[in-house]
Protein backbone atom coordinates (compact mmCIF):
# COMPACT_ATOMS: atom_id res chain seq x y z
CA UNK A 1 0.00 0.00 0.00
CA UNK A 2 1.08 3.53 -0.49
CA UNK A 3 2.20 5.52 2.35
CA UNK A 4 2.44 9.14 2.59
CA UNK A 5 3.42 10.34 6.15
CA UNK A 6 3.80 14.17 7.47
CA UNK A 7 5.81 15.40 10.07
CA UNK A 8 3.13 15.94 12.51
CA UNK A 9 -0.39 15.70 13.10
CA UNK A 10 -0.65 19.10 15.48
CA UNK A 11 1.44 22.25 15.32
CA UNK A 12 1.39 25.50 17.37
CA UNK A 13 3.88 28.52 16.20
CA UNK A 14 4.07 32.12 16.88
CA UNK A 15 3.12 34.57 14.25
CA UNK A 16 6.58 35.60 12.37
CA UNK A 17 8.09 32.12 12.97
CA UNK A 18 9.64 29.98 9.95
CA UNK A 19 7.58 27.12 9.52
CA UNK A 20 8.63 23.67 8.04
CA UNK A 21 6.36 20.79 6.91
CA UNK A 22 7.69 18.12 5.68
CA UNK A 23 5.80 14.91 3.69
CA UNK A 24 7.50 11.86 2.69
CA UNK A 25 6.02 8.88 0.02
CA UNK A 26 7.22 5.12 -0.24
CA UNK A 27 5.78 4.80 -3.29
CA UNK A 28 8.15 6.31 -5.77
CA UNK A 29 5.79 9.01 -7.04
CA UNK A 30 6.79 11.47 -9.36
CA UNK A 31 3.42 14.20 -8.28
CA UNK A 32 3.66 15.81 -5.47
CA UNK A 33 0.63 17.82 -3.84
CA UNK A 34 0.46 20.44 -0.70
CA UNK A 35 -3.05 21.72 -0.15
CA UNK A 36 -4.98 23.55 2.41
CA UNK A 37 -8.03 22.45 3.68
CA UNK A 38 -10.69 25.05 5.20
CA UNK A 39 -14.15 24.94 6.37
CA UNK A 40 -16.40 26.00 3.53
CA UNK A 41 -13.41 26.38 0.82
CA UNK A 42 -12.95 22.83 0.70
CA UNK A 43 -9.08 22.02 -0.71
CA UNK A 44 -7.34 24.48 -1.90
CA UNK A 45 -3.88 23.72 -4.06
CA UNK A 46 -1.23 25.31 -2.60
CA UNK A 47 2.29 23.93 -4.54
CA UNK A 48 2.96 20.94 -6.70
CA UNK A 49 5.83 19.39 -8.24
CA UNK A 50 6.23 16.89 -10.83
CA UNK A 51 10.23 15.80 -10.68
CA UNK A 52 12.89 16.79 -8.38
CA UNK A 53 13.56 20.45 -7.61
CA UNK A 54 10.56 20.97 -9.90
CA UNK A 55 7.65 23.31 -8.87
CA UNK A 56 4.91 24.64 -9.87
CA UNK A 57 2.40 27.27 -8.10
CA UNK A 58 -1.16 26.29 -7.26
CA UNK A 59 -4.11 28.26 -6.56
CA UNK A 60 -3.13 30.45 -2.80
CA UNK A 61 0.69 30.08 -3.19
CA UNK A 62 1.41 33.50 -1.50
CA UNK A 63 2.83 33.13 1.86
CA UNK A 64 4.07 29.88 1.29
CA UNK A 65 7.00 28.29 -0.49
CA UNK A 66 8.24 24.52 -1.27
CA UNK A 67 11.36 22.22 -1.72
CA UNK A 68 11.84 19.05 -2.86
CA UNK A 69 15.20 18.07 -2.88
CA UNK A 70 14.45 14.16 -3.14
CA UNK A 71 11.94 12.30 -4.90
CA UNK A 72 10.03 11.23 -2.01
CA UNK A 73 10.10 14.35 -0.17
CA UNK A 74 8.27 17.54 -0.76
CA UNK A 75 8.74 20.17 1.79
CA UNK A 76 6.27 23.39 2.56
CA UNK A 77 7.79 26.21 4.13
CA UNK A 78 6.29 29.02 5.06
CA UNK A 79 8.29 32.04 5.53
CA UNK A 80 6.99 34.28 7.66
CA UNK A 81 3.53 32.39 10.01
CA UNK A 82 0.44 34.63 10.25
CA UNK A 83 -2.76 33.95 11.54
CA UNK A 84 -4.72 33.64 8.31
CA UNK A 85 -2.52 30.58 7.77
CA UNK A 86 -4.21 28.54 10.52
CA UNK A 87 -5.45 25.66 8.70
CA UNK A 88 -5.33 22.03 7.78
CA UNK A 89 -2.52 20.98 5.60
CA UNK A 90 -2.47 17.92 3.35
CA UNK A 91 -0.15 16.60 1.20
CA UNK A 92 -0.56 14.20 -1.81
CA UNK A 93 1.08 12.02 -4.28
CA UNK A 94 0.58 10.11 -7.59
CA UNK A 95 2.48 8.50 -10.33
CA UNK A 96 2.44 9.76 -13.70
CA UNK A 97 1.15 8.04 -16.30
CA UNK A 98 -2.70 6.38 -16.40
CA UNK A 99 -2.98 6.81 -12.61
CA UNK A 100 -1.64 10.09 -12.34
CA UNK A 101 -5.02 11.60 -11.05
CA UNK A 102 -5.49 9.11 -7.97
CA UNK A 103 -4.03 11.03 -5.63
CA UNK A 104 -2.67 9.55 -2.15
CA UNK A 105 -2.98 11.90 0.84
CA UNK A 106 -1.27 12.00 3.83
CA UNK A 107 -2.75 12.19 7.36
CA UNK A 108 -2.85 15.87 7.34
CA UNK A 109 -0.89 18.38 9.56
CA UNK A 110 -3.36 20.99 11.66
CA UNK A 111 -1.06 24.37 12.15
CA UNK A 112 -2.24 27.04 14.37
CA UNK A 113 -0.71 30.67 14.45
CA UNK A 114 -0.99 32.35 17.46
CA UNK B 1 -11.52 27.45 -15.45
CA UNK B 2 -12.34 24.09 -14.29
CA UNK B 3 -14.77 23.97 -11.18
CA UNK B 4 -16.74 21.54 -9.21
CA UNK B 5 -20.09 22.07 -7.40
CA UNK B 6 -21.64 19.87 -4.91
CA UNK B 7 -23.60 19.70 -2.15
CA UNK B 8 -21.95 21.30 1.29
CA UNK B 9 -24.49 20.14 4.18
CA UNK B 10 -23.73 19.17 6.51
CA UNK B 11 -26.19 16.36 6.62
CA UNK B 12 -27.53 13.96 9.08
CA UNK B 13 -29.21 10.43 8.31
CA UNK B 14 -30.18 7.28 10.07
CA UNK B 15 -28.80 4.07 9.74
CA UNK B 16 -30.27 2.75 6.99
CA UNK B 17 -31.37 5.91 4.54
CA UNK B 18 -30.87 6.35 1.20
CA UNK B 19 -27.89 8.66 0.60
CA UNK B 20 -27.65 11.39 -2.86
CA UNK B 21 -25.22 13.77 -2.96
CA UNK B 22 -24.96 15.96 -5.70
CA UNK B 23 -22.27 17.11 -8.14
CA UNK B 24 -21.67 19.14 -11.27
CA UNK B 25 -18.88 20.13 -13.34
CA UNK B 26 -17.73 22.50 -15.54
CA UNK B 27 -14.75 21.23 -17.56
CA UNK B 28 -13.04 21.72 -20.73
CA UNK B 29 -11.49 18.94 -22.57
CA UNK B 30 -12.33 15.15 -21.01
CA UNK B 31 -12.26 15.08 -17.29
CA UNK B 32 -11.74 12.30 -14.96
CA UNK B 33 -14.45 11.87 -12.50
CA UNK B 34 -13.60 10.78 -8.44
CA UNK B 35 -15.12 10.85 -5.25
CA UNK B 36 -12.88 10.70 -2.09
CA UNK B 37 -13.75 10.26 1.52
CA UNK B 38 -12.29 11.51 4.43
CA UNK B 39 -12.73 9.67 7.60
CA UNK B 40 -12.44 11.84 11.00
CA UNK B 41 -8.90 12.51 11.73
CA UNK B 42 -7.58 11.27 8.70
CA UNK B 43 -6.58 12.30 5.41
CA UNK B 44 -8.19 12.25 2.12
CA UNK B 45 -8.86 8.65 0.14
CA UNK B 46 -10.20 7.65 -2.80
CA UNK B 47 -13.92 5.90 -2.79
CA UNK B 48 -14.76 5.52 -6.69
CA UNK B 49 -13.68 7.44 -10.16
CA UNK B 50 -15.04 7.10 -13.65
CA UNK B 51 -12.99 7.65 -16.57
CA UNK B 52 -14.78 8.06 -19.31
CA UNK B 53 -19.05 9.21 -20.16
CA UNK B 54 -21.40 6.46 -18.79
CA UNK B 55 -18.69 4.42 -16.52
CA UNK B 56 -20.24 3.57 -13.47
CA UNK B 57 -18.05 3.56 -10.20
CA UNK B 58 -18.48 1.59 -7.18
CA UNK B 59 -16.82 1.09 -4.20
CA UNK B 60 -18.07 0.00 -0.53
CA UNK B 61 -22.27 0.30 -1.62
CA UNK B 62 -21.17 3.68 -2.56
CA UNK B 63 -22.25 4.52 -6.83
CA UNK B 64 -21.63 7.35 -9.16
CA UNK B 65 -22.27 7.45 -12.74
CA UNK B 66 -20.28 9.74 -15.19
CA UNK B 67 -23.29 11.80 -17.20
CA UNK B 68 -21.66 13.60 -19.41
CA UNK B 69 -25.21 15.10 -20.84
CA UNK B 70 -25.50 16.51 -17.25
CA UNK B 71 -21.92 17.47 -16.66
CA UNK B 72 -23.00 14.96 -12.97
CA UNK B 73 -21.17 12.59 -11.14
CA UNK B 74 -23.75 12.41 -8.29
CA UNK B 75 -22.51 9.73 -5.66
CA UNK B 76 -25.60 7.37 -3.85
CA UNK B 77 -25.90 4.67 -1.27
CA UNK B 78 -28.71 2.61 -0.64
CA UNK B 79 -28.50 1.95 2.87
CA UNK B 80 -25.76 4.20 4.72
CA UNK B 81 -23.96 2.79 8.19
CA UNK B 82 -22.76 4.43 10.90
CA UNK B 83 -19.22 4.02 9.87
CA UNK B 84 -20.29 6.00 6.58
CA UNK B 85 -20.02 9.69 8.43
CA UNK B 86 -17.03 11.64 7.04
CA UNK B 87 -16.89 14.45 4.50
CA UNK B 88 -17.13 13.58 1.25
CA UNK B 89 -15.44 15.38 -1.86
CA UNK B 90 -16.58 15.09 -5.31
CA UNK B 91 -13.43 16.09 -7.85
CA UNK B 92 -11.93 16.25 -11.06
CA UNK B 93 -9.06 15.89 -13.41
CA UNK B 94 -8.49 17.27 -17.13
CA UNK B 95 -6.23 14.42 -18.46
CA UNK B 96 -6.95 16.12 -21.90
CA UNK B 97 -4.94 19.02 -21.08
CA UNK B 98 -2.44 16.28 -19.42
CA UNK B 99 -3.10 18.10 -16.50
CA UNK B 100 -2.18 16.16 -13.37
CA UNK B 101 -3.83 18.05 -10.87
CA UNK B 102 -6.91 17.65 -9.28
CA UNK B 103 -10.06 20.04 -8.66
CA UNK B 104 -11.94 19.71 -5.65
CA UNK B 105 -15.78 20.54 -4.75
CA UNK B 106 -16.23 22.19 -1.21
CA UNK B 107 -17.04 19.11 0.63
CA UNK B 108 -20.05 17.81 2.25
CA UNK B 109 -20.13 16.35 5.68
CA UNK B 110 -22.65 13.30 6.31
CA UNK B 111 -23.29 12.25 9.85
CA UNK B 112 -25.16 8.97 10.35
CA UNK B 113 -26.77 8.41 13.47
CA UNK B 114 -27.85 4.50 14.53
Known amino acids: DVKVTQSSRYLVKRTGEKVFLECV ?3 DHE ?3 WYRQDPGLGLRLIYFSYDVKMKEKGDIPEGYSVSREKKERFS ?22 LEADTQYFGPGTRLTVL | GNSVTQMEGPVT ?15 TGY ?21 KADDKGSNKGFEATYRKETTSFH ?9 DSAVYFCALSDSWSGSEK ?13
Do not use: H
Request: net charge negative; hydrophobic share 40%; charged share 15%.
Open chain 2, 31 to 51: PSLFWYVQYPGEGLQLLLKAT
Open chain 2, 13 to 27: LSEEAFLTINCTYTA
Open chain 1, 25 to 27: QDM
Open chain 1, 76 to 97: LILESASTNQTSMYLCASTLRG
Open chain 2, 102 to 114: LVFGKGMKLTVNP
Open chain 1, 31 to 33: NMF
Open chain 2, 75 to 83: LEKGSVQVS
